[in-house]
């Protein structure tokens, strides 16, 4: 190899037009981020953590700068950067197999159909759903179906897994075990992982590197945290390590003092009743 | 506890299921029924009071009398057709006997087609017309739900001509099909061309509107899976577009069924297509004391089989749609 990272972000920026003229969302990203590391992005909603995640997809082409992966410029979507999605984004109609099948069709075109067939098995035991594999998205829960999602960005051998808040939508006993499957399946296989988070506690269990985004318009890159606990984490050890508790208290600050949110509870309050009174003026 | 608190204690949840049971029942079968004797009822009152210049406005019993008349002229027409094709046979069997080289020619009976024939013409008229436009709709559909660009391209001419009544088409078609389906020994009247080809022109839009609006408003992530799988356009269309649109695009399809089979008539009635618009055309100008009755014969008809057409593409949603817990109606 001949450049040190694996996957670069050189001075990303991006605007979005509107009415008014561009929108400058993201500006002046730099982040380079090594082979298997396990990185999280944080920042207050509205911040760009996703667009960050989907420049580095191809899902956005960023207005100014760039992203390099293993020496390639990323220019469009592809399965090396696979994407587990907020909302798991299972193709409803068909079976928790057939979703991470369409995936292995699509990324192994050499393998025969036995070698598919494991493969697919062999990422849904990954996931522990293998007790599921002919169920539906509808016949199982939030957190199976996450874990399929999961499977399936998996079962595409990405060279960086990209994860939109993949347990935002979950409730805490079911994410603290699909965290604990994250961090098992990152042992083993040693992906790099980007993982877009709202939780601090998520974020320094899981990460390696914490990265902490400004508020935006205009959003960027505030400050980087090294997180230096050893592995394997258990989350039980964890909660009297005071290492573990500087960690959680140095995003904490960076969240709740250095970019806290400007927009205090009456300027809010006035916000939803001007739009109350939008609304009524259109059924008018 | 005393002997009357304990019954009504074991009384009360008795009461309450056959309460609810005799409530669904109502619900599902006898309120329906009673709108329809309501109906009936208004009906024969207001048919008494209306004189025509062919007698009195039919009556439900009247209707009735002639759906009888009408089952019984198929079934004397089926025996006409059968003894004669029975004599045909005789016939050239004894003329093959007596002169082996003679090879005999089968001709088809010549009667009047029955009320039920023209049913089957009509049912297989509108099949026809409905496969044609929903070939042309989907996938055109589909290309403007996919590209914005011909959507604009194809949008105006949409909204210009769907509400084109059946009958502004009917003469053109007929001319135009006059000129250009000639043939030595048509595999198809013309009439049939033509009234199917009326069907198609005006069933062709709620399936195109309807199939475009579902894939536009397929699941944005859906379509970000698509694109980090790189699916190429092929199977972009039939993994993602179609099973996502697929309730849209029946909706569509039901709509255009329904609408098929109403400009039917009119076609029928116009380009004298055997089928029930003919019938109806025919009853109206034959003008006889029964007339009106077998027209309402033709009208019922025309409305059941209208119904269960509808049915027919539900079930059919119900078989191809993915999500079985989606109420359909």
């Known amino acids: 190899m001949t450049h040190k990272h694996h996957l670069e972000l050189t001075q990303v920026g991006i605007d979005f037009p509107t009415p008014k003229g561009p929108f400058t969302a993201l500006t002046d990203v730099n982040l380079r981020i090594n082979k298997g590391e396990f990185i999280s992005l944080i920042g207050h909603s509205g911040c760009g953590k996703s667009t960050v995640l989907n420049i580095i997809a191809g899902l956005h082409k960023a207005t100014r700068g760039g992203v390099i992966l293993d020496n390639h410029e990323v220019n469009e979507p592809g399965p090396e950067r696979a994407v587990v999605f907020q909302n798991h984004s299972l193709l409803p109609w068909l079976t928790a197999y057939k979703n991470v099948e369409l995936a292995v069709k699509q990324t192994s075109k050499g393998r025969s159909k036995a070698e598919m067939r494991d493969w697919v098995e062999h990422n849904l035991e990954l996931v522990h759903m293998s007790h599921a594999v002919d169920k539906l998205p509808a016949e199982i829960s939030g957190g199976m179906k996450q874990r399929v999602g999961i499977a399936r960005a998996l079962a595409m051998e990405p060279k960086v897994l990209l994860m939109d808040e993949p347990f935002g939508a979950l409730d805490a006993l079911t994410r603290a075990h699909l965290q604990d499957s994250i961090m098992e399946i990152h042992a083993d296989l040693g992906n790099t992982v980007v993982m877009i988070t709202h939780d601090v506690d998520e974020a320094v269990l899981l990460s390696d590197r914490i990265v902490m985004m400004t508020n935006g318009p205009s959003a960027t890159i505030g400050e980087i945290l090294d997180i230096e606990l050893a592995r394997p984490r258990d989350r039980l050890a964890l909660a009297d390590n005071p290492q573990y508790n500087h960690y959680r208290h140095e995003v904490l600050t960076f969240l709740y003092e250095k970019q806290r949110k400007v927009e205090s509870v009456a300027a809010h309050r006035k916000k939803s009743h001007v739009n109350s009174k939008d609304t009524s003026a259109n059924v008018a | ?329």
């Open chain 2, 1 to 329: 506890m005393t002997r009357a608190q304990t019954a009504s204690f074991i009384l009360t949840p008795v009461k309450s299921v056959n309460v609810s049971m005799v409530s669904s029942w109502l619900r599902s079968a006898a309120l329906p029924l009673l709108g329809i004797l309501i109906f009936l009822g208004l009906w024969a009152v207001l048919a008494k009071n209306i004189d025509t210049s062919l007698g009195k406005f039919p009556g439900p019993s009247d209707v009735f009398t002639q759906a009888q008349v009408l089952i019984d002229e198929h079934g004397a027409q089926r025996s006409k057709a059968d003894a004669f094709y029975e004599r045909q046979e005789l016939r050239n069997a004894a003329r093959v006997a007596k002169d082996p080289s003679y090879s005999p020619t089968i001709r088809a009976f010549t009667g009047a087609p029955t009320f039920f024939d023209q049913i089957w013409t009509s049912l297989y008229t509108v099949t026809v017309g409905f496969l044609i436009a929903s070939v042309i709709a989907v996938p055109l559909g589909i290309l403007c739900g996919l590209s914005k660009a011909s959507y604009a391209a194809i949008n105006p001419l949409i909204q210009l001509l769907k509400p084109v009544s059946p009958l502004a088409w009917l003469p053109l078609v007929t001319m135009v099909v006059s000129a250009v389906y000639v043939s030595e020994d048509p595999m198809f009247s013309k009439s049939f061309i033509t009234s199917a080809v009326t069907v198609s022109l005006c069933c062709l839009w709620p399936t195109l509107i309807n199939t475009a609006v579902g894939v536009s408003s397929i699941d944005s992530d859906l379509l970000n899976v698509s694109k980090v799988l790189r699916l190429g356009p092929f199977s972009h269309v039939m993994k993602i577009v179609m099973p996502s649109s697929i309730p849209m695009i029946f909706t569509g399809l039901r709509l255009s069924l329904g609408i098929g089979w109403m400009v039917l008539i009119a076609a029928e009635m116009l380009a004298q297509n055997p089928g029930l618009g003919k019938f109806v055309w025919d009853e109206f100008q034959n003008g006889s004391s029964e007339s009106l009755a077998r027209i309402m014969v033709a009208v019922l008809t025309i409305g059941l089989i209208g119904f269960a057409l509808d049915r027919l593409m539900l079930s059919l949603q119900k078989q191809v749609s993915w999500d079985k817990g989606a109420v359909l109606r």
